[in-house]
């Protein structure tokens, strides 16, 4: 998931701003009923909730954060992962982040799997099956090295093109 493919268009968004709900949808091209499904479910936080005067009418501010996380969901449902796994994806990537002390990491979604490949704080590659937990020998994807390569000459061409 990279950010520059994210903000295309034209969209510049500083890091520390907040977005309102509306800006959310137009940026990711998802309904307001959906993102507000995926905050209901718990599976997408608000930095910050100001109370309207029913439930549905709060106004509702993300940071940059909540724009990737909605980004991601929005990527594993049209790679075909439905949304009690996308839950759990979320749970298992936030937890193991802090158990397993992971310094970086890349989600691979393709045909209804989604793999964490990540490096420790030791430097050390490790391999997940992001909707079950389950630690991996390896990634069917490759090691963290070769995608994070992948990605980085995916980028190098996007640039060419552009220019």
Avoid at 2 to 21: P, Y
Avoid at 28 to 57: C, D, E, F, N, S
Avoid at 86 to 103: A, C, M, P, Q, V
């Amino acid at each position: 998931m990279k950010v520059k493919r994210l903000l295309e268009g034209g969209h510049k968004i500083n890091q520390s701003q907040l977005l309102t709900l509306k800006e959310i949808t137009q940026l990711l091209g998802i309904t307001q009923r959906q993102a507000l499904y995926w905050i209901k479910q718990g599976a997408i936080k608000p930095v910050r909730v100001v109370p309207g005067p029913t439930k549905t009418r709060n106004t509702y501010y993300f940071d940059f954060d909540n724009l990737l996380n909605y980004r991601i969901i929005k990527d594993m449902l049209d790679a075909g992962i439905d949304f009690r796994k996308i839950r759990k994806i979320s749970s298992f990537i936030r937890k193991i982040g802090y158990s397993e002390k992971l310094n970086e990491g890349i989600l691979i979604i393709s045909e209804k799997r989604a793999e964490l490949v990540a490096i420790d704080q030791l430097g050390e590659e490790r391999y997940y099956d992001a909707i079950t937990g389950h630690g991996l020998l390896f990634s069917m994807a490759g090691s963290y090295r070769e995608i994070k390569k992948l990605i980085e000459e995916e980028e190098e061409e996007t640039l060419i093109i552009k220019a």
